[in-house]
Nanobody
Framework: QVQLVESGGGTVQSGGSLRLSCAAS????????MGWYRQGPGNQRELVAT???????RYADSVKGRFTISRDNRKDTISLQMNSLELEDTGVYLC????????WGQGTQVTVSS
């Protein structure tokens, strides 16, 4: 059973930065494409960024140039560095692991205030 635990959320002013982390356990981490999704007030879930086993990254257009996803295969963790945060970045950020099926963490709240 794959377990994903997020950390690093909080409240930050517009223009500020936050760093999210996700620790994985119960699986062979290097087999999985990992990613971050966010869920807004309307409960819609959207892709933020993904990183493959080979380190290839993909970003939503809205976060390109501001967010950076990375993974540490020795520590079974991924991170999301979020800079120049905007009000629209507010939401619950969920860690995702994908290989044959999707696994999700519980999520961590990010609130950007004006």
């Amino acid at each position: 059973q794959v377990q994903l635990v997020e950390s690093g959320g909080g409240t930050v002013q517009s223009g500020g930065s936050l760093r999210l982390s996700c620790a994985a356990s119960g699986t062979v981490f290097t087999s999985y494409t990992m990613g971050w999704y966010r869920q807004g007030p309307g409960n819609q879930r959207e892709l933020v960024a993904t990183i493959t086993t080979g380190g290839n990254t993909r970003y939503a257009d809205s976060v390109k140039g501001r967010f950076t996803i990375s993974r540490d295969n020795r520590k079974d963790t991924i991170s999301l560095q979020m800079n120049s945060l905007e009000l629209e970045d507010t939401g619950v950020y969920l860690c995702n692991a994908h290989w044959l099926q999707h696994y999700w963490g519980q999520g961590t709240q990010v609130t950007v205030s004006s």
